[in-house]
């Protein structure tokens, strides 16, 4: 089928993305789903800096590709195999799949899957090397999602339904920044009530993460950026106390639990030091790969300090989504306060530039008329 979507070509123009254009608006050729693949109708999918670090080569991918890993949709068609979910469901989509065969897979979220992982990296579906073209050239897969565009094709290890009631952009947050963000609170960090926490970076991510843990009702709740808009932000979400960066090192701030969720080699400094004896630094954002820290072992050894990295935040996304939405449906997780704009597919450059810039915290492109059937 004839399908509309967002592709990179290349990931070497200059800023800014809204002059130099690296994503451009297509027609391409979807295939139909194979055995175990569905066909999705997409209905909203959110801008996340792992669609950023594509963007700005920060994160080697093959190109061409069709980007967007956090989305949400209807179930259109369903492959011969496919039998947990019906034409009609609506379905979030999680950007690693689980293959359940494999070491890692038994390993209950604390690894990505060995399967997944090689698929992704490749720019394929779990199954199959793609279903995308453009003009009869090969177009790859982003996380096996490619959810800037009107439809997909996805592996049903990728798909998590859920209820009609849940919206569309709520849908597809659980995806991503809830499943990163809220696992790292829940599925890492696993703090008691009388614990405290810190997050450190409030994107999407961040966000998620102070949402879940002021959800399950800590005490103390720190939140740390470097602009003032999200400080005020995250007070609104639930945070008992907010600093800058340089406001934690110099008045000595530290916490039990500290969540750095800003891939930077900084933040990462800021939430190590800001880690109280004792206490455990977790690592959810992605820095570039040449990215490198400097730590003291004494520190380590001498506070009985912990480092742990989260990767999607520990997550089986078909055992956890359906906690987030249960948390979402009782009121105790407004997952919708985290989307900063609403966008069209084609105002994916401008969204690019505010995300670099730190200005937004989740942009949800809302797919309307444009994604009935071509």
């Not at 199959?128 to 094709?153: E, I, K």
């Not at 991510?205 to 932000?233: E, F, H, Q, S």
């Not at 106390?241 to 990462?268: D, K, M, N, S």
């Not at 996304?317 to 105790?332: F, K, L, T, V």
Request: glycine content about 12%.
């Amino acid at each position: 089928m004839r399908i509309r979507g967002a592709v990179l070509d290349d990931a070497d123009r200059p800023r800014p993305f809204a002059s130099s254009r690296p994503l451009g608006v297509y027609d391409l050729e979807l295939d139909e789903p194979g055995p175990t693949e569905v066909l999705v109708r997409i209905e909203a999918a959110g801008v996340c800096h792992s669609d950023l670090s594509v963007v700005d080569g920060s994160r080697s991918r093959p190109l061409p590709m069709l980007l967007g890993h956090e989305a949400a949709g209807i179930v259109v068609a369903l492959g011969g195999q496919v039998d947990e979910l019906a034409v009609g469901d609506r379905v979030v989509m999680s950007f690693l799949p689980r293959c359940e065969r494999c070491a890692a897979c038994a390993r209950g979220g604390r690894l990505p899957c060995t399967e997944g992982t090689r698929a992704n990296t490749a720019g394929e579906l779990l199954h199959h090397p793609g279903r995308l073209t453009r003009a009869g050239t090969p177009v790859r897969h982003h996380l096996g999602v490619s959810g800037f565009a009107t439809h997909a094709v996805i592996d049903q290890a990728s798909l998590v339904a859920v209820g009609a009631d849940v919206p569309p952009e709520v849908a597809a947050l659980f995806g991503c920044a809830v499943l990163t963000g809220g696992g790292a609170v829940l599925n890492v960090a696993a703090p008691g009530p009388a614990d405290d926490l810190m997050v450190v970076g409030l994107g999407g991510v961040g966000m998620a993460a102070l949402l879940t843990a002021n959800a399950i009702g800590l005490r103390r709740i720190v939140a740390v950026d470097r602009l003032p808009a999200k400080l005020t932000a995250a007070r609104e979400l639930g945070a008992t106390e907010v600093y800058t960066p340089e406001q934690v090192a110099a008045e000595g701030i530290r916490a039990c639990y500290v969540l750095e969720c800003a891939g930077h080699p900084a933040a990462f400094g800021t939430a190590f030091a800001a880690t109280a004896p004792g206490g455990t630094t977790i690592t959810v954002g992605l820095p570039a790969p040449t990215a490198t820290v400097a730590l003291s072992p004494l520190t380590l050894t001498a506070e009985a300090r912990t480092v742990v990295g989260s990767y999607l935040g520990s997550s089986v996304p078909a055992r956890d989504i359906p906690r987030y939405e249960q948390m979402w449906r009782s009121g105790r997780l407004p997952v919708e306060k985290l989307i900063s704009a609403r966008i069209g597919l084609d105002d994916l450059n401008e969204a690019m530039d505010r995300l670099a810039d730190g200005t937004a915290v989740r942009q949800v492109i809302m797919f309307g008329a444009e994604t009935a059937d071509r």
